[in-house]
């Protein structure tokens, strides 16, 4: 097809405004890997139009095959990691909150609003937000990564808000490769193994090409108590050993004296004294096992007519390990005959509970009274009592929480494409792709059976009448006290299966419309075309998992079941107005529109419609330099969880409560709340019994409940990048990129941050307010923790409200050069990010998360400046390259160093300030740390690639050679997700060293 852009696979896109992270391999023959390759249809990402002519005005980042090779990946979520621009999204390093699937957050806007395409064209996602999961792609047939920054739903559809990711294939490959690789820590865990065979052929004289990958992967845990940061769980108020008020021994909520925990002896409830200690048992790497398939073949069956084909099937296993299961606050009933209770407990018990609701106070037990409740084992004896309190008591006997992800993916396309005229192709394809992940929850104790395993009043039955009930001791003051019986009992098995597909067609004509402006030589080009898409996604959860009887899951999982289809008309237009002259080498106008019309599938949902559209430029004045700009209105459909989720109650991050007067550890913080905070705590289900010592949100973790909303409409972006290309001639075989982004987004769809959804009350605190009636607490304990089933917590609705907005500047560097002894090879990439806003609600606070962590961050850790620099030299059949990974450093939201920081002992009566910890050397270290700061950081990477032997080539590649350690900010300075193992693990390397092997043999 005469029209088809062909370029070799080390053709630099940085001649159409790309910013290139890629090195080039000096010692690998360039003839051979364009020979195993052959020419590649490239895929112009961010337009439908195919010209071999066209400069995009769009900046694009590219990672090439050369640089994966150099990075030692071992999947997707790897590379792209190391992008500046990309803000570390859910992976391998998140462990509390990774549903077995990997994403990617570009510019910090969030997972859900970028498009991963393969290819150019969509695959099937892994999860109801729609969300591709980067597990799957077939690493060992990537020529290069793109990535565009900015609106692209002119081209690509819904999501692409924040830009695009596009992982591009090698075309009409050749021979076969075989490749087989492994890393490991310097402690010797965390091994990482991946195998991959890729054989092509071209046949019948060239008219067609198949290619067949097939690949393994696996990765074993690494747990945080392997390393020192993850040994203990540290508070990132106090420094101290922090952790979990469900723990060992048990706490109970006692009426009047707050939540009280067993004591060392057993005999009696004391303050609290032993949070858990829950790091060690949470892990810094997931383990995951994987097998993928990926074949493609095209074949011209008659002059400018070419069909093709490809498709994608992986099976992956992810573990998620953490902390054991058990009682995480719920509400039990304890005959105070209970056979295990001790007789001070039990005492206590007597002392301080209302036994006669009819008369007004606190109506106890006298000594006789308690003594015959003690013995009295009948409910219908008179003197039986029972008391309800709130259980806290970790399971420890019944090992970790284990959630066993199996994902099954297959995605397959067939399309057919020619030439129309000379200078006009058309292409036609259909896919569909169906993700399948069942889920097998292990080692959670069911609330309901704890309930029922308590309610006893000798140790061999219970009185709920279940003959399999086993009476369970929680009253011990040590690990032990649940037995191998007890346990098998109170633990349950679960399983959810998620399935989603997407069936997709598309029809483009792309080509030249033959005619020229009068000041240019190149035609105007055009693509028009129509494009249907239907996504389908259901939740399907046994009994178990519907009623969120789980201890410690966060809430119930109902099943869900929605969709929805989109019909949509694309057209675009590159015009060339002016070439070859003085002063205008080259100036070129792009434009496209997009209608898209979508359809839900609910009983009395409305469906509505969108128009995206984009205009740019590019401007070549002399040869060597260009000035592109770029303007593009994009939208984001609200997706199947956003639509269709129930309302369920869930786990947010929450380091604060006004209500609270007592901390995690079991300190007393305040006297309780008083005037119209109390008003509003009471109104929220605190009660006069337990208002004047609700806790603290446990590990930082308080309940809250959100749902979907059919209501939703498509959120709305206008983003703006504008560019400087330069190559200048007096500085041969050197090039650099600038570009500057904008991208805001209104009409988003966002729920309110944990401290948005208390600022709505508690900034005008009053019994009447709305904002503070829709908080709901538990009635036992007055907090924000406790069954989900009677204490919804905040209440966060997904509404249109919001609004987001980032920007910065992307730079681009690249030099080339014989400097004698070796080829030199130096390659820039870094990014400033001047801000990154939310707001949830046009009454909540604008907050920049830029540089900033905390739980309202909740995007992870994104500097203001980070870069990568690579350095390689190329020898006579060896290449040595050193890496080089800056992070800016970065603030705790609301730190003033000028309150208290410093390690200055506050002033005498002074408000303690919002600030993080800075005091003395927290529990495991010998130094004083400052939670309130993360300093720069420089991470080096350096690799070592020779050909053993002429078709074989060996690469040594030792990560973080300086064993740079990761900052400490304690267990609660951010979301769980991840702020985990003291530390933010997705952004800064927990493992340490690490060194990899390497073998690729290729015929």
């Not at 062909?6 to 159409?16: A, D």
């Not at 892994?126 to 739903?153: K, M």
Request: one cysteine or more.
């Amino acid at each position: 097809m005469k029209t088809q852009f062909k370029l070799s696979l080390l053709g630099t896109s940085l001649l159409v405004g790309a910013a290139s992270l890629a090195t080039p391999a000096f010692a690998q023959d360039q003839e051979q890997d364009q020979a195993a390759s052959g020419d590649s249809t490239i895929v112009v990402t961010g337009s439908l139009i195919s010209n071999p002519n066209i400069e995009r005005a769009a900046p694009v980042n590219v990672t090439s095959a050369d640089e994966i090779d150099l990075l030692q990946s071992n999947v997707a979520e790897e590379i792209l990691r190391e992008i500046p621009g990309i803000v570390p999204s859910i992976g391998s390093a998140v462990n509390n909150g990774n549903g077995g699937n990997s994403f990617v957050n570009l510019r910090g806007l969030g997972s859900n609003r970028n498009v991963v395409l393969l290819d150019g064209t969509r695959v099937v996602p892994a999860e109801l937000q729609g969300r591709f999961d980067l597990n799957n792609i077939p690493l060992a047939l990537i020529e290069r990564v793109e990535v565009l920054t900015g609106g692209s739903s002119t081209t690509y559809g819904a999501d692409a808000i924040s830009g695009v990711i596009n992982f591009i294939t090698r075309q009409d490959f050749a021979g076969l490769e075989a490749t087989a690789a492994s890393q490991i820590t310097e402690q010797g865990d965390g091994h990482t193994v991946r195998f991959d065979v890729t054989t092509g052929a071209n046949f019948d004289d060239g008219r067609g090409n198949v290619v067949l990958s097939v690949g393994y992967q696996t990765a074993d845990p690494v747990y945080q108590g392997d390393r020192q940061i993850g040994r203990n769980t540290i508070g990132s108020v106090s420094g101290a050993g922090a952790g979990s008020g469900t723990s060992v021994p048990s706490r109970l909520t006692v009426t009047g004296l707050g939540t009280l925990q067993i004591d060392p002896t057993g005999n009696t409830l004391v303050p609290t004294y032993a949070p858990f200690n829950f790091s060690p048992d949470n892990i810094f790497q997931t383990p995951f096992e994987r097998f993928n398939i990926f074949g493609a073949a095209k074949y011209e069956v008659s002059d400018g007519i070419e069909v093709y084909t490809r498709g994608l099937f992986s099976k992956n296993t992810v573990d998620t390990i953490i902390a054991p299961s058990g009682a995480f606050g719920i509400g039990v009933t304890i005959p105070l005959s209970n056979p295990f209770l001790p007789a001070g407990i039990r005492n206590q018990f007597c002392n301080n509970f209302d036994f006669n609701a009819a008369v007004d106070g606190i109506q106890s037990l006298t000594a006789a009274q308690c003594a015959a409740a003690a013995t009295a084992v009948n409910p219908t004896d008179p003197n039986y009592r029972t008391v309800t309190t709130a259980l806290f008591r970790r399971a420890v006997e019944a090992g970790p929480r284990i959630s066993n992800y199996q994902n099954t993916v297959f995605d397959y396309k067939l399309g057919i494409r020619g030439g129309i005229t000379d200078t006009i192709d058309f292409d036609v394809f259909g896919s569909y792709g169906q993700s399948d992940q069942v889920q097998t929850i292990k080692g959670y104790t069911l609330n309901s059976r704890v309930r029922d395993s308590l309610l006893a009043t000798n140790t061999a039955t219970c009185l709920s009448g279940n003959a399999a009930c086993v009476p369970a001791n929680f009253f011990s003051p040590q690990v032990g006290g649940l037995t191998p019986a007890m346990v098998a009992y109170l633990v349950g098995e679960s399983t959810v299966q998620t399935k989603t597909t997407l069936a997709q067609a598309r029809a483009t004509i792309s080509g030249d419309f033959g005619v020229a402006s009068p000041w240019a030589t190149d035609p105007i080009s055009f693509a028009v075309g129509g494009e249907y898409r239907k996504y389908t996604a259901q939740i399907s959860s046994d009994t178990l998992a519907q009623s969120g009887d789980l201890g410690g899951a966060g809430g119930a999982q109902p099943n869900v079941d929605g969709g929805f289809d989109v019909y949509e008309a694309i057209g675009e237009i590159i015009v060339p107005i002016v070439q070859g002259k003085s002063f205008f080498e080259d100036l070129t106008l792009e434009a496209g529109i997009r209608y898209s019309d979508y359809g839900i599938d609910a009983v009395g949902a409305s469906g509505y419609s969108t128009t995206t559209w984009k205009v740019g430029g590019s401007w070549t004045p002399v040869t060597g330099a260009k000035v592109c700009g770029f303007y593009a209105r994009a939208v984001r459909a609200p997706n199947i969880a956003e639509l269709f989720s129930p309302q369920n109650t869930g786990l947010t991050s929450l380091t604060r409560d006004p209500c609270a007067s007592i901390n995690d550890n079991g300190v007393r913080i305040n006297a309780g709340p008083t005037g119209a905070v109390r008003d509003a705590c009471l109104a929220q289900g605190a009660t006069l019994a337990n208002i004047n010592s609700i806790n603290l949100p446990i590990a930082g973790q308080a309940n809250a409940t959100t749902g979907g909303n059919l209501a939703l409409n498509p959120e709305t972006s206008n983003s703006y990048t504008v560019g400087l290309v330069l190559e200048p001639a007096f500085i041969p075989g050197f090039t650099m990129t600038v570009d500057y982004f904008n991208i805001k987004v209104t009409g988003a769809i966002t729920t309110p941050s944990p401290d948005d959804a208390l600022d709505a009350c508690f900034n005008a605190p009053s019994a009447t307010n709305p904002a503070c009636t829709v908080i709901r607490r538990d009635p036992i304990t007055g907090g924000l923790n406790g069954d989900p089933a009677t204490t919804p917590g905040l209440f966060t609705a997904l509404s249109n409200l919001g609004r987001l907005a980032t920007d910065g500047v992307d730079l681009t560097m690249n030099y080339r050069r014989d400097i004698g002894f070796a080829d030199l090879s130096l390659a820039f990439v870094g990014t400033w990010t001047n801000k990154r806003t939310f707001q949830s609600t046009p009454t909540d606070i604008v907050r920049d998360c830029v540089g900033t962590y905390s739980v309202n961050c909740d995007q992870g850790i994104q500097p203001e400046f980070q870069w990568t620099v690579r350095t390689t030299l190329g020898f006579e059949g060896v290449d040595v390259s050193l890496l080089w990974r800056y992070l800016d450093g970065s603030t705790f939201e609301n730190f003033n160093p000028a309150r208290e920081c410093g390690n200055q002992p506050r002033p005498a009566g002074a408000t303690p300030s919002p600030n993080l910890f800075c005091g003395a050397a927290p529990i495991g270290f010998t130094s004083q740390e400052d939670f309130n700061t993360i300093p720069a950081y420089n991470y080096f990477d350096i690799t070592t690639r020779f050909d053993l032997l002429e078709n074989l080539t060996v690469t040594l590649t030792v990560q973080n050679i300086f064993d740079k350690k990761p900052p400490i900010v304690g267990s609660d300075a951010g979301p769980v997700a991840f702020n985990s193992g003291n530390t933010f693990p997705s952004t800064y390397d927990a493992l340490g060293r690490r060194f990899g092997v390497q073998a690729r043999l290729r015929f």
